[in-house]
Structures are given as structure tokens and as C-alpha cells.
């Protein structure tokens, strides 16, 4: 243990309070600059907030090579119940105790600096009764023979003959057998062999060639050591322990390391083996792994301490990396001394701030193209915790919810919901997503889990042949079952299929529409459970805003019909730094949004949205975002002049109404201002085509089996057009290649534009979306100038005029429906009222706040 707690108490009072409401408004404060800065500004918990847990993680801002102590108190003179703690060599702690119900202050200080502010927190009856296990009850508890990893030694030959029964290490051992023979990749492979345009592009093919390696190593001796333990046949050693002596060759700070993927891929494959090998190996070979791991362990423990905890987005670390320390760390505990720090930082980092960006509604702030890369990390690490220590690891809410978010942002059959990177990588769930699904069932006992995975696989079955779409980068998606995955395969066979299922025979339906608030992202649907019927709407507005995978998007939506998509966001990522993937893919101009003087929303932790309100109905559902503070900057803004900040658009209010009518419509109000005229851009996107009617003011796709089209209105003349055409154009630098193995090729998308023909400081759009399976529409009946709209058996009413409060109304033909966006007589609250069954059912929502947003509006 590297820090020391003093613990001055002569008793603890253990009493009961009341719990206050769930705060639902900001109560008279402002919304906050920005709820998810780039790199920790503030102490949390503070300002009484509930703590999580009654045994409370502690976080503070902090820079590079500083040492800290903490106090924690039920008084601010810091005597009551007092906890002292010194030495601290991050910026985080984790008490280890379960606090007394009551209001706690808290302070930190460097050994070379002051006593911060005091901070404050709550605990009560909505923190969770979880007392995580000391940093030293774990170590204690991580077994002293090898193997302790992959397999346990003293279980393992009882386990093995089931486990080499199942089809998934027969799979396993022909691939070790192919790499018997196969040549080992040398430190040379990771050469570059070609240059880029600028620095910043041939850095990028400097990492993509050593990751390649990195992987190729890592990956082919993790095979090798799995056939060792599963069929003790010597040959397996014999060729690992060429591919050992390899890697101990390399410099391990070198190009090997020059990407941080193939690096922990290189490290945790030699840990592993080491663990496995380790009775086999010679003195010499054991040395040279133990020199490769602790060199390359260490770096990244010293880039981590004091700056991973206090940024908000090293995906890289949390998806994969994060996972493949520890594992290394557990294998060479007591081999490396630095090991044992190692693994410290990681468990308490874990309790501290797990899931990573992951609040408790259950979704993924980087969307459902990055979050599989998550899953193993989040399965595995509190797997093995909970089978070191006895205690479970899984009590966090959002455990709990995630896959119910995943069932709607990316439905088994069905294309996802296009938000984040990779967001559109296959037509429908592949393989991968059945399999994760499968394994968060068995572990952590979510039906929803097992009704997902089920219905992911009979999806597959279906397949006549596999399903190409060119639209899509991640290649086909084939038939597959479960024993076909690779990537879960170990879990399965060593402890996986021996865990019962979850029960589904009590679950309860989920609704056809639902709000996810903490990430930002609200999901409609006429029916949810019959795709080819279903008009699908994704919508986002989020507290996180546009850093990491995520895009500048708030205040966007796609549109999916049967399954598939209709109107998305478009354009390509080439890679992460390319000018395509930041001047369009990630881009406002690139979704279904809205541009302020040809500009889209910055990327900055300012840049952020929410949604406010909620309704579901039974014909019609409702959801309001508000992206207001979508088009400033503040950390930007820090590297401008303080009386010039091109990258705050000066966007006053921008609040867009959604409202899904069965069968088939999807309405879209907005109300924008600015604190000066500008010109106003409403966009949506295909992937197709797309036909434009000046004269009815009409965009229609071009599709055969399935179609939309949107019929858009404003407050002010606007200019229409579509083009073929990306202002910035995509071009394959890297030379990626498709799942055929051809070079990729980036075809154009289809792009419409309305522009406000003359600058204004405020403005209204009105857009009708119809979808259709026979290609017909219905006419809308028009008194644009009094804002009154008819389709179908639906009448609409929206206040088009800018100078006047913004409103949008709708009632059906038969009065069995109306809702208004706001009623004065219910203080403004949007309401929707049904008759259903004879009786009429009110439903309101006025603006409610996620924590996060309430939490910073308190700090700033």
C-alpha cells in the first residue's frame, strides 16, 4: 500500500435520515458552462450531492508527479468522525468504509500546496450499501501458483477434459495448429512502408503498422498458450516459446510501442504465457519476458497516475488496454515489484470511476459501434474481482440497464441508431454482439441480456447467403451461431457454460418508445416488435457533447424504416485525425441537423445538449431537446482573444420538438435564436438519392423497396438544395482495405439543404416525414401562413412566425388525440391527452435535468 489512513474516531454514530426528492430542475440556477469537461476542474463529489456509494470514491483535479492527503469529516472544522488519509499518489481515493448516513465535508492538498475549498457530499438511502475490499484484502486473496489467469492450477485438470469437449476449442486448436509453421513476425514488420501526406498522416501509418504486429504477436501466442491448457501437447510450447524469444528481442521501446494497442497486446500475450510456461521456462527466458512486461507495464503506469483519472475520454485505456494491465499485473504479481502498483491503480481507478462515462441509465456515450469494444473490460474485471474477493463487483446501475438500452439502440435484425463512430459499421447485429450478449447473461443475470443474444442468433439463421451492403464499413454479416464467436470463447469453456441462464418467463415488456437522459438519446417506434412496420426515430442531445468517438450532434436524429436505414448521417471515417472525419463525418454538416452560418457546433466539452422532456403515448410519443449550448465553446475559446471567439456561434436557444404519429409520420419542430442575425441551414441525409420538389417543397428518397419523403416549412423564405457531393471528400490515405480485401473505395452520399435566403435571430422550421412501403404519400393540406398543416387523419398546428412564442399543436380527426407543446394552463408543461378504452389519459412533462447537468450547474 502506498498511502496511509488515519482514522481519528472514537465512534461512529450510525444514524438514519430522511432522503430527499430526486432533484428534476435546476431550482433557479443557470445551466452550467459545461457538464463534462475535457480534464477534471472540480472536486466530486461536492455541493451535497448523493454519493454513490456509502463507501464514497474521492476525485480531484491534479497535474503530473504530485502526492496528496485527504480529510473527510461530519463537521467543517474537520473533528467530527474525522478520516485522515497521507501519501495518496493519485488524484482519487476510495475510503474503504461505510460512512454514517448525513452530510460529510472533504478537502485535499498536495505535500507542497494548501487545503483546497472544503466540498461536501450526502450519504443516504439512495447510495449503495457496497464496502468495496481493501487494495491489500485483494492482492491477498489473488492465488500464488501459476496458472492464475487463463486457468487456475489447482482446478484445472478437473475442468479440462470438459472444456476440450466443446466445439469452440476444436476451433481453437485447428487455428494453433495453423500457426505451427507460420512465420513469426519480426520488429522490422513495423516499419513503415509508405509515407503520408503531412506528419500528422504518417504518424497515423506508424501506429497502424506496429499495431498490426502487436496484434499479429499477441494474438497468435495467446492461441498457442490456450492449446497448451487445453491439451497439454508439448508442440504448443515448443512453437511459443519461438514466438516468446521473438517478442523478449524486441525493443520494448521501440516501434513495438510506438502503438499503444499492440503494445498491451504484446505485454499481456508474454504475461500470459509466462504464467502458463512459467515451470517450463529456463531462468533466461523467464528474465527476458519479466524485462519485455515490466518495461512496457511500467510505461504506461507512468503516463496513467495523475492524468488518466482526471481526463474524461482515454478510450483507448478503458476499451482494451485497461483490461490487459490488469491481467498482466495479476499474472506477474509477485514476480515484477511493480506489479503490485499496477494493479493498486487499476482497482482503485475501477471503483473510482467505472463504467467510464457510463451513467446509470444503461447507455454508451461512444454508441453501439464502440461500445462492444468495451464489453470484455467491463464483463471481465469485476468477473475476476468478484472471484478473488467474494464480493459483487456489478452493483452499479448502470449494469443493470445497459442492455435494454442496446435492445433499442440497436435491435436484433435491425441497423443501429448511427450515432458515434463506426455507428453504422454493420447492416444489423453480427456475431460479436450475439456473443457479448450471451456472456453478460451468464455473468450478470440480465433477461434482457439472453432475449437479446436469442433473438440476435435467430436474426443470423435467417440468412440465405450474407448480407452485403456497401453502405456499411464493417463488411458482410453471415449466418453464425453461438460457438462460431472466438472472441468470448475462453469465457464459455472455462467457466461460461457452466453458469445457468436467466429466466425470461417473468420479464416485462419493454414499451415501444424510451428516453436514456444521462447520455442523451430517445428512441421512438410505431412498432417495435414487427420491423418491417417499423418507422424507427434516434434522436440525441447529450450532456457529454462531441469529444472522444462521439460527434457534434446534438439536437440530431436518424431515421430507420423496416429495419433499415432512411434518413442518417453520413460520410466516412478514414481515420481519426483525417480532415473528412473531422470537416464532415463527425460534423454537424454531416447529420440530420442544423448549421448557424454555415457552421456546425464546435468540439468542445461546452458544446453540449440534453433532453428535457418525455411523453409516450399510444398514437403519439414526444421528446424534446435542447441544444442551446451545442454552439459555444469554452475551452476553445481559451486559446482565442477574449474579444474574438470564432468558435462560439453566439446561439441563444435552440430547442427541437419530435413527435412519432402511428402509423407512419414523424414531425420536427424547431425554435432557434441567436444573440445576432445569422443564417439558418436544416439538413438531412441518404445514402442512396435523393429528389427535390421546389415547387411542393418536398425531398424525396429514391429507394424502390421503401421510402421517405420530408416536406419542410419555415419561418422565413429559404433557399433549397441537395447535392452528391461531401464539401470535404474522403480519400483513402491509409489504404484500407474492405472484408474482400479490395481497397476501399468512399462513394458520395446525398445531402439536402434549406438556408434561411436572408440572415435572421431567430427562426422556425417545420418539418413532415412520411414514410412508405409502396412509395406513396399522402398530400399535406397547407395554410402555411397560419401554420396550420393536415396529412392524413392528423392536423397540425405550428406557430411558424419567429417574433412570436414558439407552439406546436396536434389532435387527430376523431379528438381521441391532442397535444400541446406548451399549456398555460398546466405552467407551460407539454401534455398529451388519450382516450383509451373509454377513458382519457393525461400525460405531462415539463423540464426535468439529468444529474450531471444539476450536479455542474452547482459548481460553476
Known sequence: MKYRFILLMVSLIVFSCQSPERET????????????????????????????????????????????????????????????????????????????????????????????????????????????????????????????VLAKKDEWESKRLTALSYKESKILINKANEIIGKRIPSERDATIQFQGRDENETEKIKKIFSQEVGYEFGESLKILTQAYLLTQEKK??????????????????????????????????????????????????????????????????????????????????????????????????????????????????????????????????????????????????????????????FQVPWYGNFMKWLTYAYPPGATSDGFCNDGRKWPMPNLEYGAFADAYARITGDPNALIYSTAVFEALDKLEEPLIDEDYTGGPVDRAVLSDDTEYAWFRITSGYGMPLPSIDEITELPESEIFPDVGVAYMNTHRNDKKKNLRV??????????????????????????????????????????????????????????????????????????????????????????????????????????????????????????????????????????????????????????????NKTVETTYDDRGGRVSLFGGAALAYSVTDKFTVEPKNILRKKDAMGNLLAYKNHWHFKATTKEKKDKMRFLAIIQVSEDLNYDPILTSEENGHFQVNDWIINANLDPNSAALISIENKEGSVRFHSQMPSRAGAAVLIEKIDGSEIVKTAKDEYPKSIISASKRQ
Open 25 to 148: 430542475s435546476l431550482e433557479g440556477t443557470s445551466l452550467p458552462q459545461m457538464v463534462y469537461p475535457k480534464y477534471r476542474r472540480w472536486m466530486s463529489p461536492d455541493n451535497a450531492d448523493h454519493a454513490r456509494f456509502s463507501s464514497p470514491s474521492l476525485e480531484w483535479p491534479s497535474k503530473k508527479g504530485q502526492v496528496f492527503q485527504i480529510r473527510v469529516a461530519k463537521d467543517k472544522d474537520f473533528i467530527k468522525q474525522l478520516i485522515s488519509v497521507k501519501d495518496i499518489p493519485f488524484s482519487f481515493i476510495n475510503l474503504h468504509q461505510k460512512l454514517s448516513p448525513g452530510l460529510w465535508y472533504w478537502q485535499f492538498k498536495s505535500d507542497t500546496g494548501d487545503w483546497s475549498e472544503i466540498a461536501s457530499f450526502t450519504i443516504n438511502d439512495t447510495s449503495i450499501d457496497f464496502v468495496p475490499p481493501s487494495f491489500q484484502t485483494l492482492y491477498q486473496s489473488i492465488p500464488k501458483s501459476h496458472p492464475r
Open 236 to 393: 504448443y510450447f515448443d512453437v511459443a516459446l519461438q514466438w516468446i524469444r521473438e517478442g523478449n528481442g524486441w525493443d520494448p521501446k521501440g516501434l513495438t510501442r510506438i502503438s499503444d494497442f499492440g503494445d498491451a497486446m504484446i505485454m499481456e500475450s508474454l504475461a500470459m504465457a509466462a504464467d502458463v510456461f512459467w515451470d517450463q521456462l529456463n531462468q533466461e527466458d523467464r528474465s527476458a519476458i519479466i524485462n519485455q512486461v515490466s518495461i512496457r507495464g511500467n510505461g504506461f503506469y507512468e503516463n496513467w497516475t495523475n492524468y488518466l483519472e482526471n481526463r474524461n475520454s482515454s478510450m483507448h485505456v478503458w476499451q482494451h488496454i485497461i483490461h490487459r494491465m490488469f491481467l498482466t499485473a495479476v499474472a506477474m504479481i509477485d514476480t515484477i515489484p511493480e506489479a503490485a502498483d499496477w494493479l493498486e491503480y487499476i482497482y482503485e481507478l475501477w471503483l473510482a470511476q467505472h463504467p467510464k462515462m457510463g451513467e446509470e441509465d444503461g447507455a454508451w456515450f461512444n454508441g453501439t459501434g464502440y461500445m462492444r469494444m468495451n464489453v470484455m473490460t467491463l464483463l471481465d474485471i469485476p468477473t475476476k474481482l468478484e472471484a478473488y474477493t467474494g464480493e459483487n463487483f
Open 538 to 695: 434516434s434522436i440525441k442531445s447529450s450532456p457529454m457533447g462531441p469529444l472522444a468517438h462521439t460527434h457534434a450532434e446534438q439536437n440530431t436524429f436518424n431515421i430507420a424504416y423496416q429495419g433499415k436505414r432512411l434518413f442518417y448521417n453520413s460520410g466516412y471515417r478514414p481515420w481519426m485525425g483525417d480532415p473528412h472525419t473531422s470537416g464532415w463525418y463527425k460534423h454537424t454538416q454531416g447529420h440530420n441537423g442544423v448549421l448557424v452560418d454555415g457552421h456546425g457546433q464546435p468540439y468542445d466539452a461546452a458544446a453540449y445538449g440534453f433532453i428535457p422532456r418525455f411523453i409516450r403515448g399510444e398514437q403519439l410519443t414526444y421528446v424534446l431537446g435542447d441544444a442551446s449550448h451545442a454552439y459555444q465553446a469554452i475551452e476553445l475559446s481559451q486559446k482565442s482573444r477574449k474579444d474574438q471567439n470564432p468558435d462560439d456561434l453566439e446561439v441563444k436557444l435552440f430547442r427541437r420538438h419530435y413527435l412519432l404519429l402511428q402509423p407512419n409520420i414523424f414531425v420536427v419542430y424547431d425554435e432557434m435564436e441567436a444573440h445576432k442575425a445569422v443564417d439558418w441551414s436544416w439538413l438531412i441525409h441518404n445514402f442512396h438519392g435523393l429528389k427535390l420538389d421546389l415547387e
